[in-house]
């Protein structure tokens, strides 16, 4: 049986901020990563397509409010940062 994908190890050098930030960084990414994994069997961001994240903005905080949408986008953008990906999601 394998590991469970250790998100926090995988986002470790990409975090700065405080700490409440960091947590938060964490928390959204562990939820998006649940969220794909359930939808499209991909376990791992190394897995990851542009369209899966794309779903994840558009179907799962589809009726979240701005603000929330606002601070997933930048959980998005810390996580194509770690892929080295040129993926950009609109707000």
């Known amino acids: 049986m394998s590991k469970p ?3 926090e190890l995988f986002l ?3 975090l700065n901020g405080s700490h409440a930030t960091r947590q938060r960084h964490l928390r959204q990414a562990e939820l998006i990563q649940v969220e794909i994994a359930e ?3 991909r376990e791992t961001p190394w ?3 542009r369209k899966h994240l794309a779903w994840f903005l558009e179907h799962r905080l ?3 409010s ?3 949408r606002y601070y997933y986008v930048l959980t998005m953008r810390v ?3 770690r892929l080295e ?3 950009v999601f609109a707000r």
């Open 5 to 7: 994908f250790d998100m």
């Open 12 to 14: 470790a050098g990409m």
């Open 39 to 41: 939808r499209w069997q």
């Open 47 to 49: 897995a990851w397509q």
């Open 62 to 64: 589809g009726r979240r």
């Open 66 to 68: 701005e603000a929330t």
């Open 79 to 81: 996580l194509t940062r």
């Open 85 to 87: 990906k040129a993926w």
